[in-house]
């Protein structure tokens, strides 16, 4: 895993320098994005890069197609393996009515159903696992989808830039002091409560999920500022949970006082809290760049945690169930 870790900025690049065909369906104001587990991260990415532009977007996971979708909608079903069940249910329901579609996969169900069906279909091979083919899928879904997403290329290059620079701090050629990465796993001990705060909601459930997955840990989020209405009260008990506070550089002048609060009720009642800081540069990039640290940091848990973080049994078995 940790290799083809190492090897996200080439496979970023390559994925959105490749020949893969664009589409331009005209007239699009709403997206649906639609996938579960790794393909559903992809989702959250594009609903934050898009989050201030006129185009509306959706995110499901789940089996339901909105009601909300019409002629003007594009459907992006998204499954890494090609046989998510959720999604493959979406499609289907999306073929019946009279949106756009384009399906990204590895090849399966997914893509014998576009092809059985005329529907706009690209192949990406997966790398190692879902979770892992992300910067594949992520940058190859960016390449397709140029001419509908009002999205700056130099802010997709720049993304790929902030990726190389990173790698030479976190990478597993540099495992001293100074990789954050490792810092940041060998601090979480108990269950860590992830703090976000708008706009960096996709970095903290890939986090999440990353957690849980490869380092088999449980894991919580909360968004900052919700947080102080409820999660807040529980700290006054204290238990085996761990925060770590995800700060954007140009967080909103509000959220910045209130992480500044926050932080002071921490060292108050001697709470123990790791902060992490976004790069500055466009949401893309903050966010590939914080997606790429804590991914890598959950790595190294699980390394020192003595577990392989490349199978995943528990979800093998509720496929299996399903299937």
Request: glycine letters at 4%; one cysteine or more.
């Amino acid at each position: 895993m940790y290799k083809v870790y190492d090897k996200w900025p080439e496979i970023a690049k390559e994925s959105y320098e490749s020949e893969q065909n664009v589409v331009d369906f005209r007239g699009i104001d709403h997206i649906v994005f639609a996938g579960m587990g790794g393909s559903g991260a992809l989702g959250d990415i594009f609903s934050a890069i898009l989050s201030k532009t006129d185009i509306h977007i959706a995110v499901v996971k789940g089996y339901h197609l909105p009601n909300t979708v019409d002629s003007h909608t594009l459907v992006v079903t998204t499954s890494i393996s090609g046989k998510t069940i959720e999604t493959l249910s979406v499609l289907e329901a999306a073929n019946k009515s009279d949106c756009k579609i384009v399906a990204f996969s590895s090849g399966g169900r997914m893509q014998k159903y576009c092809t059985k069906n005329k529907i706009e279909y690209r192949n990406i091979p997966q790398l190692h696992s879902p979770r892992a083919s992300f910067t594949r899928f992520l940058y190859s879904i960016l390449k397709v989808l140029g001419p509908i997403l009002p999205v700056k290329e130099t802010d997709i290059l720049d993304s790929i830039d902030q990726l190389e620079k990173l790698r030479k701090q976190i990478s597993s050629k540099n495992l001293d002091k100074k990789n954050p990465s490792l810092n940041l796993a060998e601090w979480i001990s108990d269950i860590p409560v992830i703090y976000y705060p708008f706009g960096l909601q996709a970095a903290a459930i890939r986090f999440k999920n990353s957690l849980q997955e490869n380092a088999k840990k449980h894991a919580m989020i909360e968004d900052v500022i919700e947080a102080c209405h409820n999660d807040i009260v529980s700290w006054e008990k204290k238990d085996k949970v761990q925060p770590i506070l995800l700060e954007g550089v140009d967080d909103y002048i509000k959220t910045k006082e209130r992480w500044k609060i926050l932080k002071e009720y921490f060292r108050t009642n001697k709470i123990n809290c790791y902060e992490i800081h976004t790069v500055r540069g466009s949401i893309i990039s903050k966010l590939i760049n914080l997606i790429y640290l804590l991914d890598y940091a959950t790595i190294y848990l699980a390394v020192i945690s003595k577990v392989d973080p490349s199978p995943t049994k528990s979800i093998d078995y509720m496929k299996n169930k399903l299937s």
